[in-house]
T-cell receptor, first 114, second 114 residues
Framework: AQKVTQAQTEISVVEKEDVTLDCVYE???????LFWYKQPPSGELVFLIR??????QNEISGRYSWNFQKSTSSFNFTITASQVVDSAVYFC???????????FGKGTRLHILP | KAGVTQTPRYLIKTRGQQVTLSCSPI?????VSWYQQTPGQGLQFLFE???????NKGNFPGRFSGRQFSNSRSEMNVSTLELGDSALYLC?????????????FGQGTRLTVV
């Protein structure tokens, strides 16, 4: 069955520190997609990245980077030189090709302290 | 271009009543999906509509229903409201059908059942 675990419920770091948000997933499908979304206080989810199961290349986008490791079923997200505007709830999500549903982790609330 | 618009933003209803929430997707997007977000259960997928047809459904009782119009706008209806239906209801739109793609979210409708 699908499952997404974000073990870190809440993290606080001081501005300019690096922070990694963990995501571990479970799936029996060989074709699946992983996502990260950001939810600021305004409520809407903002898409950050989508990765399919055949593409294990790590990705960097500005201060954001993602580490996808199929061997450990993890898709971790790192923010480098964090800023106060990064404060939000971050969700990791999994969608299987087989049943085309999406499941979200419980989210990690990130506080960046000035 | 305009983002996903959800109305109303806030709603208070009494147990046993029914409620209709509205979602206008990004212009040109034909897929609309709905999600329920609660502190206890987190973010859960409700259903997806594409070209006026429900394509996918999460594990929610039949009290939760929806529809999509020819202009891609979607409505979600909850009948016989229960206290546990209090939640943030999020709508998302995509240009293609399916949960494996990037989605653009609205700010949600916060429903309180008293």
């Amino acid at each position: 069955a699908q499952k997404v675990t974000q073990a870190q419920t809440e993290i606080s770091v001081v501005e300019k520190e690096d922070v990694t948000l963990d995501c571990v997933y479970e799936t029996r499908d060989t074709t699946y997609y992983l996502f990260w979304y950001k939810q600021p206080p305004s409520g809407e989810l903002v898409f950050l990245i989508r990765r399919n199961s055949f593409d294990e290349q790590n990705e960097i986008s500005g201060r954001y980077s993602w580490n996808f490791q199929k061997s450990t079923s993890s898709f971790n997200f790192t923010i480098t030189a964090s800023q106060v505007v990064d404060s939000a709830v971050y969700f990791c999500a999994l969608s299987e090709d087989r049943d085309d549903k999406i499941i979200f982790g419980k989210g990690t609330r990130l506080h960046i302290l000035p | 271009k305009a983002g996903v618009t959800q109305t109303p933003r806030y709603l208070i209803k009494t147990r046993g009543q029914q409620v209709t929430l509205s979602c206008s997707p990004i212009s040109g997007h034909r897929s609309v999906s709905w999600y329920q977000q609660t502190p206890g259960q987190g973010l859960q997928f409700l259903f997806e509509y594409f070209s006026e047809t429900q394509r996918n459904k999460g594990n929610f009782p039949g009290r939760f229903s929806g529809r999509q119009f020819s202009n891609s706008r979607s409505e979600m209806n909850v009948s016989t409201l229960e206290l546990g239906d209090s939640a943030l209801y999020l709508c998302a739109s995509s240009s293609v059908q399916g949960m494996n793609t990037e989605a653009f979210f609205g700010q949600g409708t916060r429903l309180t059942v008293v």
